[in-house]
């Protein structure tokens, strides 16, 4: 798998998500007219008896059969919304995994390099992992660096490169420098720029995966959630996909 196709394929997936909630959010304010109701049943063949309900969304309308256990007032913006945090969530997975495939894809060629950077001293592999690759390098056409790519691999997914120091450092691996400078000059902003807001996205992708999204309180209070909003998502994904095209040309 390259990497840039392993985040095109993730930034598809918030993109597909945000386009559900677009969908799918109730933005009908009056009751279904009932000789509307009565013409739709008709017109499918249903029993005129069986209750339904609408939802207007952007470019869609969803008939819910009485069946669905579901009504219209599971799809205003309080429901919907989860589908904008999956989004959010979404595409910074699509970044982490983006930088795991990069690393990997390219330890081995940093392994043959003599100036090995001292994040790339750092990575250990179990013994047994170094074992088996010596042992299958006795093999006629083996490849054992197969084995240890693999368990590079599995170590580096013990950990997330989503927060800017954690970016540089994975990539400071394989070695590459100045990461946020070089990216800056692309993007056209000053790596400040970029560390504020990609520090900002990951910070709320936490507080969607780890709190819920729940706004903190002191000492009681109801709960309420944060808000989030179609527009900003989909600001968070296509800057996010500048970024990485900026280090694909850093890299």
């Known amino acids: ?44 063949h249903w029993k005129q008896r069986e209750q339904i309900d609408r939802v207007d969304g952007t470019g869609a309308m969803l008939i819910l059969r009485a069946s669905a256990n579901i009504t219209s007032k599971n799809f205003n913006e309080d429901y919907t919304s989860e589908l904008l945090r999956a989004a959010h969530v979404t595409i910074v997975a699509a970044l982490d995994r983006y930088c ?9 060629a940093a392994l043959e390099d003599s100036n090995h950077t001292q994040e790339l001293r750092k990575l250990a592999i179990p013994v047994i992992e170094v074992h088996k690759a010596v ?13 240890v790519r693999q368990a590079i691999q599995d170590q ?20 590459v420098e100045n990461l946020w400078p070089t990216c800056a000059t692309e993007m056209g902003c000053t ?8 520090r900002d996205i990951v910070d709320r992708r936490n507080k969607i995966v780890h709190e819920g999204d729940i706004v903190r309180h002191k000492r009681g209070g109801k709960i309420r959630y944060r808000k989030i909003t179609p527009r900003q998502v989909a600001k968070d994904i296509v800057w996010i996909g500048d970024l990485v095209d900026a280090i694909e040309a850093a890299v």
């Not at 950990?159 to 994975?170: A, H, I, L, M, W």
């Open 1 to 44: 798998m390259k990497p840039i196709a392993v985040f095109k394929s993730g930034r598809g997936r918030a993109e597909h998500l945000l386009k559900l909630a677009e969908l799918l959010t109730n933005t009908r304010e009056r009751k279904m007219r009932q000789d509307w109701a009565r013409d739709f049943k008709e017109f499918m």
């Open 100 to 108: 795991h495939e990069l690393i990997v894809s390219r330890v081995v």
């Open 135 to 147: 042992k299958h390098g006795r093999k006629k056409g083996a490849r054992p660096m197969n084995i």
């Open 156 to 175: 580096l997914h013990r950990d997330t490169f989503q927060k800017p120091d954690d970016v540089v450092r994975g990539l400071k691996i394989i070695g």
């Open 191 to 198: 790596a400040n720029d970029i560390v504020t807001r990609l």
